[in-house]
């Protein structure tokens, strides 16, 4: 049974998932807030200790010590990169070198920093301290950026689920009138069958009868297949093995027999390769190919004369199927909406055909149907199902 969710319930998930969206991009963003403060506490106290230092040099050689020891403090405590070295520069003490675990390499890279080292001298030996200031704050600058890209991401998921929802939606009400239209011709057909037979025995000593009788065999017959078609756009059940050539020649026959053609302005052509059968709905199929050639002789235009290709061939692991009409072809601005719901250029049309012919090729088939190409001098719509051989 196929539940589709009720709109509230729709509603209700979309707005659970961009709170939860908002929530993370808070904690993101206070954590941020969190970091920016701590990093900048801890560069400042480098900063007036440093200041002081090169500033206000101290004569005491015990004080100045002092001094140079309580910066490798603070450089130590808040993570910051440093590295202490001698009169020779041999390495003394360091910590979070940019090349980890070699003093030697990463002398090369302070010097390059164009920072200058502190220098001390306690009379007898002469040390440098060198130091990147603020490393962790060139990380987190970038933060705002990373919190403002979540937040568009979340608007876009957002926006995203939104649509696929209203689609979805959508397309479930389509369904439901395709089921109902099903369910509700049912029985009027039934009668109408019963009524066939009783006019097929009045009209074995009847010729006229005999001749409405047939009328009416054929014409029930095509409703039969109507509603059956209709009753199937909501079940992907009722999958065989099936001969496309055979199914394509019974839609060009039908549509050539069914449409009012004009055989000196109107052609419908078939280049139909042998392909191998396929697991597939052979009634949806066929319904969609003819709503297909039905779109092509509506395109064609009145004052030329109009040829339509019915095509079908193999490609890789495919099955290609293309109808090609040299008709009025599809504007650019309406080319992305010929497959929506509801969407028509006639002044009577429903806008299913082909939403439902893609419907069909795309979700129950899991093909694809698309305008391969179009312009003024007509177009190609291209149908390709999997092989299975």
């Known amino acids: 049974m196929n539940m589709n969710p009720k709109p509230y319930e729709s509603i209700s998930k979309l707005f659970l998932i961009a709170f939860s969206f908002l929530v993370i991009s808070f904690v993101f963003g206070y954590h941020w807030l969190i970091l920016k403060n701590h990093s900048q506490n801890t560069s400042n106290m480098i900063i007036s200790a440093i200041e002081k230092f090169n500033n206000f040099p101290s004569k005491d050689v015990v004080e100045e010590s002092r001094r140079f020891r309580k910066i490798t403090e603070i450089l130590a405590a808040g993570e910051r990169s440093f590295l202490i070295v001698d009169g ?12 980890e675990d070699d003093p030697a390499a990463s002398l090369g890279v302070y010097e390059n920093t164009g920072i200058s080292p502190l220098i001390y001298s306690d009379g007898l030996t002469e040390k440098r301290l060198y130091y990147i200031p603020d490393d962790l704050l060139d990380k987190i600058k970038y933060y705002p950026l990373l919190l403002i890209g979540s937040i568009l991401l979340t608007a876009f998921i957002t926006w995203y ?3 696929f929802m209203r689609r979805n939606e959508k397309q479930s009400i389509w369904i439901a009138m395709s089921k109902e239209t099903a369910h509700q011709l049912g029985t009027p057909l039934t009668s109408l069958k019963g009524w066939r037979e009783y006019l097929s025995e009045l009209g074995k000593e009847n010729d006229s009868l005999n001749a409405v009788e047939e009328g009416l065999k054929d014409d029930v017959e095509r409703i039969s297949i109507i509603v059956d078609r209709f009753s199937k756009i909501s079940s992907e059940h009722d999958f065989t093995m099936c001969d496309l050539k055979a199914i394509l020649n019974r839609s060009a026959d039908y549509i050539s027999r069914r449409v009012t053609l004009d055989p000196e302005r109107i052609t419908i052509l078939k280049e139909l390769s042998d392909v191998p059968n396929i697991y597939a709905n052979a009634v949806l199929i066929e319904w ?6 039905k779109n092509a002789i509506e395109s064609l235009k009145p004052d030329r004369k109009g040829t339509i290709i019915l095509k079908m061939f193999d490609e890789k ?7 090609h009409d040299n008709g009025t072809g ?7 909406k010929v497959f929506e719901t509801g969407f028509t250029t006639k002044k009577r049309g429903w806008g299913l055909g082909l939403s439902l012919a893609k419907k069909v090729i795309e979700q129950y088939h899991n093909g ?3 305008i391969k190409e179009t312009g003024p001098d007509g177009s190609v719509f291209r149908i390709e199902l999997n092989k299975f051989i």
């Not at 599809?330 to 992305?336: A, H, L, V």
């Open 88 to 99: 020779n520069d041999r390495p003394v003490f360091w910590s979070f070198l940019p090349v």
């Open 161 to 163: 689920l939104y649509m």
């Open 288 to 293: 969609t190919v003819e709503n297909l050639l």
């Open 317 to 323: 692991n495919k099955i290609v199927i293309e109808i």
């Open 330 to 336: 599809i504007g650019s601005s309406i080319r992305k």
């Open 368 to 370: 694809s149907l698309f």
